[in-house]
């Protein structure tokens, strides 16, 4: 204010508003004389071609009417402009730059905002504050590798969540069949891969596989046996009856006399039609 007076000899005015974060301090500085015509002519007319005038214009008005939060929070810079004239030739101006700028109302006053981190850089550009692209820059790269070892974590901590639970749940059926006496009548196949996950309880079921010299699915699919035996899914005499996934290929089923009169009875009519043709046609 004291600037204000012994420079241009404007008198100011300010309010302060206290919230429940911060003291914040408005102050109103009325235009001199003389340039009351300047911010009272039309968008179309203010705005110049010149490159530097325009940066100086957009210099202008974010020192004015503009604002943009710290990156650490949200990404969010806006313009709180008086006419839809303004709006729209400050939203051309961005748009020739490659930044997309929304449009919204507030308090009766035109809001032209820019939510992405690629758009507020590319506006503090045009204004020359090359300080402030850097200073946003830092903080964003910190907050984008933040979210990426954060994201990389709580999936890592879901997979070893994932596997110490179904783990645990395999090696209890497992010693409910022992206690019961039950796993001693299974089929060798189920016993060496209840044997081996009593031995390796903290192995995922690659790594199980693996070390097991087994497919991925053979293990899982005998695992899944056992764990529904001892639920009583299955009785224990039903695991004979369906072949246990022994990690190797399964051979093509054989054929069968069921199979072969199907086939026969499909091939019969094309031979009796084939027969009632003349010969003549049979050679052409």
Not at 8 to 16: D, F, L, M, S
Not at 98 to 110: K, L, S, Y
Not at 131 to 136: D, G, L, S, Y
Request: hydrophobic share 40%.
């Amino acid at each position: 204010m004291r600037l204000a007076r012994q420079l241009g000899g404007i008198e100011a005015k300010y309010q302060a508003a206290k919230s429940a974060k911060q003291m914040t301090f408005f102050i109103e500085l009325p235009l001199p004389r003389g340039l009351e015509q300047q911010f009272t002519q039309p968008a179309a007319r203010a705005c110049t071609e010149s490159p530097c005038d325009r940066k100086a214009m957009l210099r202008g008005l974010f020192m004015g009417c503009g604002s943009v939060n710290a990156p650490s929070a949200r990404y969010h810079l806006e313009f709180v402009l008086s006419t839809p004239g303004w709006t729209a030739k400050l939203g051309r101006l961005l748009q020739d730059h490659g930044v997309r700028a929304g449009v919204t109302e507030r308090a009766g006053h035109q809001v032209l905002y820019v939510k992405d981190g690629d758009g507020i850089v590319r506006t503090l550009s045009l204004m020359g504050a090359s300080r402030a692209v850097m200073e946003f820059e830092n903080v964003r790269v910190v907050r984008e590798v933040s979210g990426q070892v954060n994201r990389r974590l709580n999936f890592e901590t879901a997979n070893i969540d994932k596997t110490i639970g179904s783990a645990m749940r395999q090696v209890a059926a497992i010693d409910q069949l022992d206690r019961s006496g039950r796993l001693a009548e299974l089929s060798p196949a189920l016993r060496e891969v209840a044997q081996a996950r009593r031995a390796s309880p903290d192995l995922n079921l690659a790594e199980l596989a693996t070390s097991m010299r087994l497919s991925k699915s053979a293990v899982n699919h005998r695992l899944r046996r056992l764990v529904d035996i001892a639920e009583g899914v299955v009785g224990e005499g039903d695991e004979e009856d369906g072949p246990v996934d022994s990690g190797r290929p399964a051979a093509a089923p054989a054929a069968t006399p069921a199979r072969e009169q199907v086939q026969a009875s499909r091939e019969a009519p094309r031979a009796v039609a084939w027969a009632r043709e003349p010969a003549a046609a049979r050679l052409a």
